[in-house]
């Protein structure tokens, strides 16, 4: 009988792209304590096989928004590793309807200083330190400059 490590070895050799049960597996074995804001769309992604799928009338990739969105606190190595594995299924399927899903801003450094993207357009807000992000991105399809 396999071993979890050797379970989860399984899963991370699955190649890109994974399905989103099995990232789900994985963060679930990473994050011992998920934000209780996240725990909902990582129960979701616990049941999708991909980001074209739909829960509801949710589409897959509006789940993968809300998830990354409430996963900042999730910190680390293999966060970083799928994080980027998910915003690149992201980009690849057009990523989000700007009607319905709002984009959100990705943390690119922690730390007095820290600066900010925007996951729609890319910009990088510098001073989040200073105030609240800009609501640019509520439905931005253009890139802005923000300070």
């Not at 890109?16 to 909902?40: C, F, G, Q, T």
């Amino acid at each position: 009988m396999a071993t979890s490590e050797q379970t989860l070895q399984k899963i991370k050799d699955i190649p890109y792209p994974r399905p989103l049960y099995a990232i789900a597996i994985e963060i679930k074995a990473d994050w011992k304590n998920p934000s209780i804001h996240a725990v909902p769309y990582l129960d979701v992604l616990a049941v999708l096989p991909s980001i074209d799928s739909q829960y509801g009338l949710d589409s897959g990739s509006t789940i993968v928004v809300y998830f990354l969105s409430n996963a900042l606190t999730w910190r680390g190595e293999t966060a970083r590793r799928i994080k980027k594995e998910l915003n690149k299924m992201l980009k690849e399927v057009g990523e989000i309807d700007r009607v319905s899903t709002p984009a959100y801003w990705i943390p690119k450094d922690y730390g007095f200083g820290a600066r900010m993207e925007c996951s729609s357009c890319g910009i990088i807000w510098t001073e989040p330190m200073r105030e609240t992000p800009p609501l640019h991105y509520n439905l931005c399809s253009t890139k802005k400059e923000v300070n």
